[in-house]
């Protein structure tokens, strides 16, 4: 069984571009949370979405930030006209139907680089 | 905001010592959870520990909750190398997991 995917590994944007950050989570998996990490520092909650659904998106900037989870394909997290302090990495998760009292999977995350 | 804090921030020990980190909280929570992550990487789930539980074994780890206290601990037993990893405790809040700010463990040789 696959684990949740996430590409690109590194991304690497100059100011002013869009970053398109994708997550196909576990097979079988509806929910998808996306969150930032800084350098020595914990995980950040972003937004948890269910298929076509956000569920809470109170930690993700209101601009240049958005997240979608389709019916078919993976969950995107677009960052539009990227500055230097969205540099980060980002990590996404998935869980079962049971939602936020099950344990998460993680992919290996997007290292997001703004010059 | 952070929901969990964990201490300390970091930690190193002999290998073959034992490990101990402490996460407190701030609202009532369903459930506790620990990761772990090695540099670089995801977080890989360690141990589920639910509200109505006090105590919880996997192996050589151990997690304790004090509901009281609003706080938990994870004991690693006979500490090895590769135990070296950030470790974080996160809580369910509404319709999110909440993830604390970590311990880094360093096991010396």
């Known amino acids: 069984n696959a684990g949740v995917m996430q590409n690109p590994r590194h991304l690497v944007r100059r100011r002013g571009q869009e970053a398109r950050l994708r997550c196909s989570p576990v097979?079988?998996?509806?929910?998808v949370y996306w969150y930032r990490q800084l350098p020595e520092e914990g995980l950040k909650f972003m937004v948890y979405?269910?298929?076509?659904?956000?569920?809470?998106e109170s930690g993700m900037p209101k601009e240049r930030f958005s997240a979608e989870f389709p019916k078919e394909g993976p969950s995107i997290l677009r960052i539009q006209q990227v500055v230097r302090g969205d540099s980060a990495a980002y990590f996404c998760?998935?869980?079962?139907?049971?939602?936020?009292?099950?344990?998460?999977?993680f992919g290996s995350g997007t290292q997001l680089s703004v010059l | 905001s952070q929901q969990g804090e964990e201490d300390p921030q970091a930690l190193s020990i002999q290998e073959g010592e034992n490990a101990t980190m402490n996460c407190s909280y701030k609202?009532?929570?369903?459930?506790l959870q620990w990761y772990r992550q090695n540099s670089g990487r995801g977080l890989v789930h360690l141990i589920l520990?639910?509200?109505?539980?006090r105590e919880k074994h996997s192996g050589r780890l151990r997690v304790t909750l004090d509901t009281s206290k609003k706080s938990s601990s994870l004991l690693i037993t006979a500490s090895r190398a590769a135990d070296t990893a950030s470790y974080f405790c996160?809580?369910?809040?509404?319709?999110?997991?909440?993830f604390g700010k970590g311990t880094r463990l360093h096991i010396l040789p």
């Open positions: 520990i639910r509200s109505n539980e």
């Open positions: 097979k079988g998996h509806s929910h």
């Open positions: 979405l269910q298929k076509e659904n956000i569920i809470d």
């Open positions: 996160a809580t369910d809040r509404n319709d999110k997991i909440i």
């Open positions: 998760a998935s869980s079962p139907p049971g939602g936020p009292g099950e344990k998460l999977f």
């Open positions: 609202t009532s929570i369903n459930n």
